[in-house]
């Protein structure tokens, strides 16, 4: 343990508004933490910049989810297993329930926050590119307001976002009209469990008139930041899914990343591996829609 | 408004540990698992990694597993908190205890607390489960010397003996 | 004697109820009046002369304690084999995490931002970071050509093997560094006082070797050092010779200082400065008929001991002598030698040695069945020490072992040969190949040669006022059953209850030097002793006339109370007497080796995802033939343990090195495998006994380390038909080999369409 709690601050307003009240006094003068499932690593490692913490763990406010008829907004300040034990999140968001089963063991997964885990921003979050592939939007909030926009406009760079210092996450707003995509997720780490992601794809697809309608690729620990592999979508659109457009989409994906040499793998793994766990996807999703 | 002072003051923090109530006098960002060592003298939860990897500072934050090294104390305000020193108060060993004794579930016991206290969660959840779902459940507290087998039959005979958490 | 009561059964571990209700005491749980806390600064560079040390202006000095080389009042070094390891940097340092300063303070909070403030200045030298670097001489770090320790075996005549051969097979296997991982970092307390002297309280394997060394350091007599162990939360070798460093770094802190100091590593720092598994590189050149026999070979077994000389010669000469492994090998010539380079000291972890040289010579063989066109298990069966033939330094293999009985049960055990035809034809056009393979092995028990005999390694038993028999050992309990085991011999060998016997905490000044818990000697050689002792209790009581020669268990409760209420408590020793029938000649590295060898097959069923190029291992059979099972739940445990860390030792355990530092040392980054990583392992005793061990049990703590790692990658060779001959393999080689292999399938391709 590296850091020295006397210098540090930490208080608890108790409610969304007084924290907001507090951001807004001071912006960027207080760093919200959540479950500390992040900002505690950093700050046992003695490695946290900032000095003065406001605790939004456990806000009412921030830990509701509410399903309307065509949307549902998960409150930012819930947890890993929050996300899991929703009847309507694992259903309809199946890749959004799936992630959050990988990402840290259990005790993290009590703790971690989806919240929490954007505005860290880790390009290797696990759950984040569940979002890319639902099109999720963010309600972010402050003392000014509060504002909406698409989650995939979010992230500028490797751990920059467009969070104003004065704001939070409040929710996380995805559209219900997924039932009918195929969905399938998939992470590649070190190990089985507890593990940082080397790569993690979050797909969705249908099939109509026997072509690719609407595929979504979301990918994550291959770029600064999690990524929708755009590009590859549009090639992959409108196309029947046989030998030949599984292996353009391995080349396709693998090229439209940017993946790095890091502790935790190469570039080149990486890059081979996206386009793997991309063919495997249109691969189950030719098979699912031959059975029907 | 606080001015950025060089050293912030403790403060009064209460909550419940075990059933009881107390009050420490502690920094707002003290790690919960380090009042719970220090402060109260509850040395069963350990300290591994630091990092939120191993699980060996497990305890049950208002009856949820949670690394206790990630918690600022602050945090656990008006809280429950049960620690492996709970589970046999009454001086009768759970029988999760029990079990993991009899199938050589600990060791050097360093991981022991937080691995019984995660299985504890798991039989609260769901009392039957089954070997793969008890596999996964633990896959956040490591233990260095069983390889797993020992602790996965202690848990699945404290299951079967009907354990609950 | 026989056993059956308690030896032989699965009684409750000696402290297991502490364990699991979480009252056992480990050091971090202790704590002393007026205690420090002390921390250590650090080399940052691998090599150097030390030009300046600054001491930071944002810190009071003045309320640290700070100790340099200069305040150590004995020698300046780690005293064990050699005496080359400095405690503290005296002008120079020699690896990353080389300790040049220590401070303490009263508030633990206070101490990194403190070590951080010592800003100190080299001169920066020339370092070398591997073993062909070491080799190539451009810079010695040690000695004259950077060699710590070398061996020469030499059987038969195998430079007149080569023509005879009808096939020459050769290879090279290189194993990584790999961390204990114990989930306890090292932590000592240490406290000094002019009057009792220094005393240590610790995490720690070998209380005798710790008090060696702080004798040396300190310059007290040996009576007035004094060491305890505390309840130690794993150790597996880690835990062997680095404790004597962090207990004279807590010992001089508490001298300079009068007051008692804690110590106590975070996992960064335990990972980063403390000791390793050596790396290793092995060459094999063997010459074999087309039957599939070795005729002889040569073999080139070289480890890496980092910057000191520390226990590098032992783990030398474990792996050199186990090089063999479990075959007859007629003629042979094996070269060994640690070398020095500027990484932290490479130190003890289970196997020493043995599982370097073991997975080399597991790799070969399946090399070897590959040229000659026989099935790996055929080659091995032709090539297992039958019971009279001798092993490469000439120890005539006496026990009645069958070893194509054990393959043969390992290998229906696993159902080795339908799964492999099988996966066979599965595997054609899946992208998940399954594969299976397997290894045979020995492990020797005690320490090598007339290391027991040096070692000269003593026992009491000891008579209490309650009736019950205390246990009187420096055996540390670390997890593998040593409180355990060693009551139930006790018991046993008296004829009372297990609950009728206790044990020591081992505590210099209290028990007798029974030799380091290493080597996986406790149960057969610390037990044997043990059972004499034991037995010297009751004969006291017997000639006494306080009991029969025939007793129930409260009867000799009562003898032993009314013998010890009249003549007070009592202890009876038993001292190490080699057996006459097993002689070494350190010269030559000639002889019996062992008292005995546990041996073993163990069978690895893995899959390997081609889409991810992970592996998993599916099924894992271990049979091992142990002379005695003392306690089946706990021995079963050690195989389970070992098993598991010998599977993160090939497919998920990598050190990161960046000159010479490790980069990945936390648990994020160093990956250990979790309970979804691994099967169940099934695990399998036979028992032929033993004459050497107590109750005829042989040594098995170090048995598990030595065959998963090659059967898991003779595995994976059989699921991709590709050699992998260095580990940790992991998917990132395992990607970057196939698409070698389609490079040049095409490239081969296309050159012949021309």
């Known amino acids: 343990m590296r850091a020295n709690p006397a210098e540090y601050e930490l208080v608890a307003p108790g409610t969304l508004s007084a924290v907001l009240t507090l951001l807004a006094e001071e912006p960027g003068g207080w760093l919200p933490i959540a479950g500390g499932t992040d900002v505690m690593v950093q700050y046992a490692a003695g490695k946290l910049a900032a000095r003065r913490l406001v605790s939004i763990w456990n806000l009412e406010e921030l830990r509701q989810i509410e399903v309307s008829g065509d949307e549902v907004r998960i409150g930012a300040g819930c947890t890993y297993t929050d996300l899991r034990e929703h009847a309507v999140v694992s259903r309809e968001f199946s890749l959004l329930a799936s992630t959050a089963r990988w990402t840290g063991g259990i005790a993290n997964q009590n703790r971690g926050t989806l919240g929490g885990n954007i505005v860290n921003a880790s390009p290797a979050a696990d759950s984040l590119p569940a979002l890319l592939a639902y099109d999720a939007d963010l309600l972010l909030v402050s003392a000014r307001g509060e504002r909406r926009l ?38 590649v780490g070190a190990r089985t469990a507890q593990a940082i992601s080397k ?92 059975a029907r | 408004m606080r001015d950025s002072e060089h050293q912030h003051g403790k403060r009064d923090i209460s909550f419940q540990v075990n059933g009881r109530s107390v009050t420490v006098h502690a920094h707002a960002m003290e790690r919960l698992l380090d009042v719970l060592r220090h402060e109260l003298g509850l040395t069963g939860t350990k300290e591994g990694c630091g990092e939120g990897e191993c699980g060996s500072c ?24 049960r620690t492996i020193e709970s589970l046999s108060a009454s001086g009768r060993l ?63 005979e404290a299951a079967r003996r009907g354990a609950t958490g | 004697m026989t056993a059956g009561r308690i030896v032989g059964t699965s009684v409750p571990r000696m402290e297991g109820r502490d364990k699991v209700t979480g009252k056992s005491r480990y050091v971090d749980d202790m704590e002393l009046p007026g205690m420090l806390y002390g921390a250590t600064v650090r080399s940052r560079v691998a090599r150097g002369r030390i030009k300046k040390i600054h001491f930071g202006g944002e810190i009071d000095w003045h309320e640290f304690v700070v100790v340099s080389a200069k305040d150590i009042p004995g020698k300046n070094c780690i005293a064990l084999i050699e005496d080359d390891q400095p405690c503290l940097a005296d ?242 010539r094996i070269r060994a030698k640690a070398v020095a380079t500027n990484a932290p000291p490479h130190g003890a972890f289970r196997g020493f040695g043995a599982p370097q040289s073991l997975f080399a010579l597991e790799r070969q063989m399946e090399r070897i069945a590959q040229v000659v066109g026989l099935a790996p298990e055929e080659v091995r069966r ?84 309650d009736g019950k028999v205390r246990v009187l050992v420096s055996s540390a309990e670390f997890g593998q059953g040593t409180n355990t085991i060693l009551c139930q011999v006790a018991a046993e060998a008296l004829g009372v209850r297990y609950e009728d016997v206790e044990i020591a905490q081992p505590d210099t000044q209290e028990v007798p030097n029974s030799g380091p818990t290493v080597a996986s000697r406790t149960a057969m050689i610390v037990g044997q002793l043990v059972t004499a002792a034991a037995q010297g209790v009751k004969r006291t009581l017997v000639r006494n006339g306080s009991l029969g020669e025939h007793y129930t268990a409260d009867e000799f409760r009562e003898a032993c109370r009314r013998y010890v209420a009249e003549h007070g408590v009592f202890r009876s020793l038993a001292r190490y007497e080699p057996p006459g029938n097993v002689v070494w000649d350190d010269k030559t590295y000639r002889g019996s080796a062992y008292a005995a060898f546990a041996w073993a097959v163990y069978v690895a069923e ?39 860390q010998a599977i993160g030792f090939a497919l998920y355990e990598k050190v990161i090195w960046e000159k010479g530092r490790m980069q990945n040392g936390q648990m994020t980054n160093y990956i250990m495998p979790t309970s979804s990583d691994l099967p169940p392992i099934r695990v399998y005793f036979e028992e032929l006994g033993n004459e050497h061990g107590a109750f005829g049990a042989k040594g098995i703590g170090e048995l598990p380390m030595d065959g998963p790692a090659p059967a898991v990658v003779n595995a994976i060779e059989n699921a991709l038909g ?32 021309k």
Not at chain 3, 252 to 273: C, F, H, N, Q, W
Not at chain 3, 416 to 443: C, D, E, P, Q
Request: aromatic fraction near 6%; charged fraction near 25%.
């Open chain 2, 94 to 156: 759970h029988a999760l205890q029990q079990a993991f004794l009899e199938c050589g579930g600990a060791q050097c016991g360093i991981c022991t607390p937080g691995m019984i206290l995660a299985a504890c969660q798991l039989l609260d959840k769901n009392p039957r489960p089954n070997i793969d779902e008890i596999r996964e459940w633990l896959s956040g507290n490591l233990c260095r010397c069983t390889g797993y087998t020992q602790i996965l039959e202690a848990v699945e």
């Open chain 2, 58 to 81: 497990s305890v049950l934050l208002d009856g949820v597993l949670v690394n206790s090294c990630l918690v600022p104390v602050m945090q656990a305000q008006g809280s429950e908190v």
């Open chain 3, 91 to 332: 002008g120079v340092v020699n690896h990353p995490e080389e300790a040049v300063l220590l401070i303490a303070h009263a508030n633990r909070h206070a101490l990194p931002k403190a070590v951080e403030a010592v800003a100190i200045e080299y001169q920066e030298l020339p370092a070398i970071f591997s073993i062909e670097e070491s080799e190539s001489a451009a810079e010695i770090i040690c000695g004259r050509d950077n060699i710590f320790k070398s061996y020469l075996i030499e059987k038969g005549q195998v430079d007149s093997v080569w023509e005879r051969a009808d096939f020459i097979v050769e290879g090279e296997y290189r194993t990584g560094a790999q961390e204990q991982l114990y989930i306890e970092n090292n932590g000592m307390i240490a406290e000094f006082d002019g009057q009792r002297g220094l005393t240590v309280w610790g995490s720690l394997q070998c209380p005798f070797y710790v008090h060696k060394a702080l004798v040396k350091l300190s310059g007290l007599d040996a009576e007035r050092v004094r060491v305890v162990q505390m309840e130690t939360g794993g150790a597996f070798g880690g835990k062997e010779e680095y404790p004597s460093m962090i207990a004279g770094h807590a010992a001089l802190l508490a001298m300079k200082s009068g007051k008692p100091v804690k110590m106590i590593y975070d996992r960064m720092e335990d990972m980063t400065a403390t000791t390793k598994r050596h790396p290793s590189r092995t060459r094999h050149r063997t010459a074999v008929t087309k039957e599939g026999k070795i005729l002889g070979g040569e073999i080139d077994f070289t480890i890496d001991g980092g910057a000191y000389a520390t226990l590098s010669s032992v783990v030398l000469s474990r792996g050199t002598i186990h090089a063999g492994g479990a075959y007859y090998w007629p003629n042979v």
């Open chain 1, 199 to 290: 790569v993690c794809l979050a797909a969705l697809g249908k099939i109509a008139s026997g072509v690719m309608a609407d595929v979504r690729l979301a990918v994550g620990s291959v770029a600064p930041v999690p990524l929708r592999l755009s590009a590859t979508e549009r090639r992959v659109n409108g196309k029947r899914i046989d030998g030949a457009l599984l292996k353009s989409a391995k080349e396709w994906a693998s090229t439209e990343i940017r993946p790095i040499d890091d502790i935790r793998s190469t570039a080149e793994y990486r890059a081979a591996v996206t386009g793997n766990l991309v063919a495997e996807f249109l691969e189950r999703l030719a098979e699912t829609e031959a």
């Open chain 3, 606 to 644: 893995v899959t390997v995802d081609l889409t991810t190029y992970s592996v998993t291992v599916d099924d894992f059979v271990a049979v091992q033939e142990v002379g005695k099972v003392l306690h089946p739940v706990l021995a079963k445990g050690q195989i389970t343990g070992g098993v598991a």
């Open chain 1, 150 to 187: 698409p989650y995939g406009t979010f992230h500028l760079d490797y751990r920059k976002t467009l969070l104003s210092p004065d704001e939070l996450i409040r929710a996380i707003c995805l559209k219900r009209r997924f039932s009918g995509y195929y969905a399938h997720a998939r992470k």
């Open chain 3, 382 to 465: 032709r090539n297992l020490l039958r019971a009279g033939q001798d092993t490469t330094t000439g120890q005539v293999v006496r026990e009645k072992i069958d070893l194509e009985k054990l393959l043969e049960r390992a290998l229906e055990l696993s159902e080795y040969r339908a799964k492999k035809a099988r996966f066979a034809r599965t595997n054609r056009g899946s992208k998940r190949k399954k594969g299976i393979g397997l290894a045979s092995f020995l492990h020797g028990a005690g320490f090598t040669g007339s290391g027991e005999r040096y070692l000269s390694s003593v026992v009491a038993a000891e008579a209490r006022g």
């Open chain 3, 722 to 753: 590709m050699p992998f001959d260095s580990i940790p393999l992991l998917p990132e080689d395992i990607f970057r080999a196939l698409a070698e292999h389609e490079n040049e399938v095409t490239a081969a391709g296309s050159s012949r369409g």
